[in-house]
C-alpha cells in the first residue's frame, strides 16, 4: 500500500514552467497543500492545457487537438492517482481571493526507506492508508473500463511514441539513480506546473521552495528531470545538472537535475 516510484512516466515528467512570460495576473499567490481527490481534476486540466502545445506532447499525442477530452483525461487520472499515494505531496499555487482554485501546482514522490519516507508515509493513519488503497485500486478500475471499453482508448496518444518515452525515462533513470545509494533516499518531483497567465511570478520557485525545506529537514535530495525552459528556474534556487537526456530528442538542452542539501555539500 505504500509502495511508489517514477516508473510512471508522463509528458509532465519534464518539469518546467514553459517560458518566461510577463503575467497576466498581479493578484497576491499563496501556496497550500493539495486536498485529495478535489483538486485533482483541476490539476489535471492545468497540466494538459500547459503542456498543449509543446513538442514533446506532439511527439507522444500528436491528435490532441482532434481528440482533447482523451488527452485531458491522462493528466486528470494520473493527478488523481498520485494523491492516493501516501508516498506523494502535492502543493498548489492559488490566488489569495480564491484559495480553493489551483493556478499551479507541484507533485513529489517520497523515494527509498529511511526515515524521511516512513514519516511521510505515516503521516496518513493506518485507516488512512488503508483506505487511499482502496480508493486507488477502484479508481484504477473504474478508469481502464471508462478508457478501454467507453472511451475506446486514448485516441489523442501514438502508442510508439509514448513506448518510446517511457524507455527513454528508464535509461535516464538507470544512469543517474539506480544503484546509487546517497541518491535512494530522496524526493523526486513528478510535475511542476503553472498556468501560462501566471507565469512570471515566481509561482514555481515557491512551489519549488516547499520541497527543499522538507529536503533539507531530511538531509536528503530532491531529484526531477527538467525541459529546456524550466531549467533556468530550477539552477535559481540551487538545483544542478547531473547529465542532458539521454535520448537526442531536446537537442542538448534540459536534462535530470538534483539538488543536494547543504549539510551534504
Same mark, same amino acid.
Given at each position: 500500500?505504500?509502495?511508489?516510484?517514477?516508473?510512471?512516466?508522463?509528458?509532465?515528467?519534464?518539469?518546467?514552467?514553459?517560458?518566461?512570460?510577463?503575467?497576466?495576473?498581479?493578484?497576491?499567490? *499563496?501556496?497550500?497543500?493539495?486536498? &485529495?481527490?478535489?483538486?485533482?481534476? #483541476? *490539476?489535471?486540466?492545468?497540466?494538459?492545457?500547459?503542456?498543449?502545445?509543446?513538442?514533446?506532447?506532439h511527439?507522444?499525442?500528436?491528435? &490532441?487537438?482532434?481528440?482533447?477530452?482523451?488527452?485531458?483525461? %491522462?493528466?486528470?487520472?494520473?493527478?488523481?492517482?498520485? /494523491? /492516493?499515494?501516501?508516498?506523494?505531496?502535492?502543493?498548489?499555487?492559488?490566488?489569495?481571493?480564491?484559495?480553493?482554485?489551483?493556478?499551479?501546482?507541484?507533485?513529489?514522490?517520497?523515494?527509498?526507506?529511511?526515515?524521511?519516507?516512513r514519516?511521510?508515509? #505515516?503521516?496518513?493513519?493506518?485507516?488512512e492508508?488503508?483506505?487511499?488503497?482502496?480508493?486507488? /485500486?477502484?479508481? %484504477?478500475?473504474?478508469?481502464f473500463?471508462?478508457?478501454?471499453?467507453?472511451? $475506446?482508448?486514448?485516441?489523442?496518444?501514438?502508442?510508439?511514441?509514448?513506448?518510446?518515452?517511457?524507455?527513454?525515462?528508464?535509461?535516464?533513470?538507470?544512469?543517474?539513480?539506480?544503484?546509487?545509494?546517497?541518491?535512494?533516499?530522496?524526493?523526486?518531483?513528478?510535475?511542476?506546473?503553472v498556468?501560462? #497567465?501566471?507565469? %512570471?511570478?515566481?509561482?514555481?520557485?515557491?512551489?519549488?521552495?516547499?520541497? *527543499? $525545506?522538507?529536503?533539507?529537514?531530511?538531509?536528503?535530495?530532491v531529484?526531477?528531470?527538467?525541459?529546456?525552459?524550466? #531549467?533556468?528556474?530550477?539552477?535559481?534556487?540551487?538545483?544542478?545538472?547531473?547529465? &542532458?537526456?539521454?535520448?537526442?530528442?531536446?537537442?542538448?538542452?534540459? $536534462?535530470?537535475?538534483?539538488?543536494?542539501?547543504?549539510?551534504?555539500?
Open positions: 500500500m505504500s509502495t511508489s516510484s517514477t516508473d510512471a512516466i508522463a509528458v509532465e515528467a519534464h518539469t518546467s514552467p514553459l517560458k518566461k512570460t510577463v503575467p497576466k495576473y498581479q493578484e497576491e499567490l *499563496i501556496v497550500r497543500e493539495a486536498r &485529495r481527490l478535489w483538486d485533482g481534476p #483541476e *490539476i489535471g486540466r492545468i497540466a494538459a492545457t500547459t503542456y498543449m502545445h509543446t513538442r514533446l506532447s511527439f507522444v499525442a500528436p491528435k &490532441r487537438y482532434q481528440y482533447p477530452q482523451d488527452w485531458e483525461r %491522462g493528466f486528470v487520472q494520473r493527478a488523481q492517482k498520485r /494523491l /492516493l499515494d501516501p508516498r506523494s505531496l502535492t502543493f498548489v499555487l492559488c490566488t489569495k481571493s480564491n484559495p480553493d482554485l489551483p493556478v499551479g501546482y507541484a507533485t513529489f514522490v517520497r523515494l527509498g526507506n529511511d526515515k524521511g519516507a514519516k511521510q508515509i #505515516e503521516s496518513h493513519s493506518r485507516l492508508r488503508i483506505g487511499m488503497w482502496i480508493w486507488s /485500486l477502484l479508481y %484504477g478500475v473504474v478508469w473500463w471508462i478508457v478501454n471499453f467507453l472511451a $475506446g482508448g486514448d485516441k489523442s496518444e501514438d502508442k510508439k511514441g509514448a513506448v518510446m518515452f517511457v524507455e527513454w525515462g528508464k535509461a535516464d533513470r538507470k544512469i543517474h539513480w539506480d544503484g546509487k545509494p546517497e541518491r535512494e533516499n530522496r524526493w523526486h518531483a513528478l510535475s511542476v506546473v498556468r501560462e #497567465e501566471y507565469q %512570471g511570478r515566481k509561482g514555481g520557485k515557491r512551489l519549488m521552495t516547499e520541497i *527543499i $525545506g522538507k529536503a533539507e529537514a531530511e538531509n536528503v535530495v531529484g526531477l528531470e527538467s525541459s529546456p525552459a524550466g #531549467e533556468m528556474m530550477y539552477r535559481s534556487v540551487g538545483f544542478e545538472l547531473l547529465g &542532458r537526456f539521454s535520448s537526442d530528442f531536446e537537442r542538448d538542452q534540459g $536534462g535530470v537535475m538534483m539538488y543536494t542539501p547543504k549539510a551534504r555539500r
